[in-house]
């Protein structure tokens, strides 16, 4: 039997092109990007021999969340994930500050992403790759979502690809010990929760699929598929990298690394695998970029409909079918910052930022009526509650950036709504 085709898209609505392989793709190109290359060493620092433990706690948050958004997203299928669902579920002001947050730290992160691209390629002009790193990929962006999903489906073969052969080199050398991988006492509780604080946000990916709810076809079938499955295959290729760095490097000179999988395989005398690593991590990093345009683009879009933005950035163009004004506003935006500051290591209030983020979409789901096709009550409670644990352990800068960026946020929106007001009474 033939599925239904879907209806036709309106003049401004996104077309729904993206099948469950499109948006699993999507989601690996978010979540096995940059941070699988870099984020080991501070994960490291921060738990010690614990790491695999930090890793476990991540994932089993990212779950919740996971979980929670893909059932939310089934029911309100439109752009902007939880931008929508917490207006929807819990008031017009939680949908914003999770939009408002959303937008702004990851119009930063985009920005440290694409000079993490500049800093692989050519370290001496970072800031010119980086530049034309983000002007290539609006333009893939602004030319179809398809072409976006094709692009993502080249980088994702790519890295694993690199992934693979450097995972294969490490296990098989005479230098793995799997003895390195015992926790010693040198592992704390909170070390533990911090590494899984820095660990989410390499899961954290899954939220592109949400985001592009209103491009997926069949989203009530399509999400909860592709959602999990991405989510899976994610902690897999985590966890297959981290016991190969530990067997390796052990959690002493892992945390020390200063790029820990290149590290890693000269480590395993197999030196002339680092240059291929280090490439693979600019395309990684490519990866990441291009899904941070596409989830910071869908969200514009969803602000700028209710006018929280401006509303011309609702506009969606004709032919391709992309919120065309929303991307080019984002791309100048994060091509500006890439060419003239390096945020790479001011960006703490977006890791805090995410975090609020999905604490939003988990109160939302804890909202859903047995009708609605609810969680057990527990996912969205340990989601929500895993979420506030990892911000609270933070570094007290990024939580102070953090609460001064939701805190600016939230006086926008209490000024426009007075100046609302004033204007219909």
């Not at 699993?24 to 620092?45: E, Q």
């Not at 592109?208 to 989510?231: C, H, K, N, Q, S």
């Amino acid at each position: 039997m033939s599925r239904p085709s879907e209806p036709a898209a309106g003049p401004d609505e996104l077309e729904r092109r993206l099948g469950v392989p499109d948006a699993v793709v999507i989601g690996l190109g978010a979540m096995i990007g940059a941070g699988i290359f870099v984020a080991l060493a501070p994960a490291a620092r921060a738990a010690g021999s614990g790491l695999l433990l930090g890793l476990g706690v991540a994932a089993v948050v990212a779950y919740c969340n996971a979980t929670s958004s893909a059932r939310l997203a089934a029911r309100y299928p439109a752009s902007g994930g939880t931008y929508v669902y917490g207006r929807e579920r819990l008031g017009v002001f939680w949908g914003y500050l999770a939009g408002w947050g959303f937008v702004v730290g990851k119009t930063a992160s985009c920005a440290a992403m694409a000079l993490t691209v500049g800093a692989y390629v050519w370290p001496g002009q970072a800031h010119v790759v980086a530049v034309a790193a983000v002007v290539a990929l609006t333009a893939v962006n602004y030319a179809g979502v398809q072409k976006a999903a094709w692009l993502t489906r080249v980088i994702v073969a790519v890295v694993l690809a690199v992934l693979a052969a450097a995972v294969v080199a490490a296990l098989t050398s005479p230098a793995a010990d799997p003895a390195r991988l015992g926790i010693g006492a040198d592992a704390s509780v909170g070390g533990v929760l911090q590494a899984a604080g820095l660990l989410f946000f390499a899961f954290a990916g899954y939220a592109r699929i949400a985001t592009l709810g209103e491009e997926v076809r069949d989203p009530a079938r399509t999400i909860p598929r592709a959602v999990p499955l991405a989510l899976g295959i994610t902690l897999v290729v985590y966890a297959v990298v981290a016991v190969s760095a530990l067997t390796v490097l052990g959690a002493h000179r892992l945390a020390g690394a200063g790029a820990p999988l290149s590290d890693m395989v000269r480590a395993a005398g197999v030196s002339a695998l680092a240059p291929v690593v280090r490439t693979g991590a600019a395309v990684a990093a490519l990866g990441s970029l291009l899904a941070l345009i596409l989830g910071v683009s869908r969200t514009t879009l969803a602000m700028a409909r209710d006018r929280h933005l401006p509303h011309v950035l609702s506009t969606v163009h004709p032919r391709f079918k992309v919120p065309h004004r929303a991307e080019l506003l984002v791309g100048a935006v994060v091509a500006v910052l890439a060419a003239t500051v390096d945020v790479r290591g001011a960006i703490g209030f977006s890791s805090f930022g995410v975090l609020v983020y999905y604490a939003v979409a988990n109160a939302s789901a804890w909202t859903l009526t047995p009708q609605e096709n609810r969680l057990p009550r527990a996912v969205p409670a340990v989601g929500l509650v895993g979420c506030l644990l990892l911000a609270l352990t933070l570094p007290v800068t990024s939580v102070a950036w953090g609460a001064a960026v939701l805190a600016l946020g939230a006086a926008a929106y209490v000024v426009r709504r007075a100046a609302t007001a004033r204007r219909t009474s």
